[in-house]
């Protein structure tokens, strides 16, 4: 792979493609997501605002990664910066595209001033290894969700 065909993009407007290439990871994310395009509503609000992120990685003009961070706030926390999600297609890892995503990510935080924060699920055995490698550090903290809709 060179680097002329590999490019990391913060999405800045919506397109059917981008919608298309990211629904398309969601399932090598989790087995509860479809596959379908990303929604249109959901995706314009988070390339639209700047509480969040949209990154994709590009190889040969497709999408086969995808990171989209978040800016949370409160006053406990002040500000700090939340990978909300994280794929690359697995047709393509081990050639260093999650890295360059990875650097991408830090880089916004960086101009965020925010250290990077996220949850990973135990069955996430590949991803924890590379998180651990790029210097994440795991937390002891439990994770709760309540279903209200």
């Known amino acids: ?13 919506f397109s059917e493609a981008d919608a298309t290439g990211i629904g398309r990871l969601m399932p090598f994310l989790s087995e509860r997501l479809s596959g379908d395009p990303i929604d249109t509503k959901v995706l314009k609000t988070i ?3 700047p509480y969040h992120e949209q990154l994709v ?3 040969d003009g497709r999408i086969v990664g995808a990171a989209t961070m978040d800016l949370l706030m409160g006053p406990g926390m002040i500000k700090e910066g939340y990978l909300e999600d994280f794929v690359t297609d697995p047709a393509v890892r081990g050639r260093g595209i999650g890295d360059k ?3 991408e990510m830090l880089a ?3 101009e965020n001033g925010v250290d990077l924060s996220f949850t990973s699920k135990p069955s996430r055995e590949l991803a924890h290894r590379f998180y651990k490698n790029h210097g994440a ?8 969700k309540v279903l209200v809709n």
């Open 1 to 13: 792979m060179s680097e002329m065909d590999l490019s990391i993009e913060r999405l800045s407007e």
């Open 47 to 49: 390339i639209s605002s």
């Open 57 to 59: 990685a590009k190889l």
């Open 101 to 103: 995503v990875w650097q």
């Open 108 to 110: 916004w935080c960086r």
């Open 137 to 144: 550090d795991e937390r002891n903290t439990t994770v709760y």
